[in-house]
């Protein structure tokens, strides 16, 4: 089993950028599947980005596409998303999963940290 909690969330102008870290106690992260997901108010939560174990591979949802970059330091046992050219739209609750399997269920959740774009 594996506790994620998330850091790095804030209030940030449209076109700025911030860095959310996801720092993993228990298991390794390297044992993970590891993705960010997102909830704005009112709608659901949507897929952000996740990363295969050895961060080889990664994928994007269309939205953050060319804007956000997710990736992992196993060592640390940590796991990153750098966001880039923020968009008011992307104001949710951002959160942190690991996956045991590339096409399986998140069982891990960690509590969501806030992003706030101003425009």
């Known amino acids: 089993q594996v506790q994620l909690v998330e850091s790095g969330g804030g209030w940030v102008q449209a076109g700025g950028s911030l860095r959310l870290s996801c720092a993993a106690s228990g298991r390794t992260v390297s044992s993970y599947i590891m993705g960010w997901f997102r909830q704005a108010p009112g709608k659901e939560r949507e897929f952000v980005a996740r990363?295969?174990?050895?961060?080889?591979?990664?994928y994007y949802a269309n939205s953050v596409k060319g804007r956000f970059t997710i990736s992992r330091d196993n060592v640390k046992n940590t796991v990153y998303l750098q966001m880039n050219s923020l968009k008011p739209e992307d104001t949710a609750i951002y959160y942190c999963a690991a996956a045991t399997s590339l096409y399986g269920a998140y069982d891990y959740w960690g509590q969501g940290t806030q992003v706030t774009v101003s425009s």
């Open positions: 990363i295969t174990w050895s961060g080889s591979s990664t």
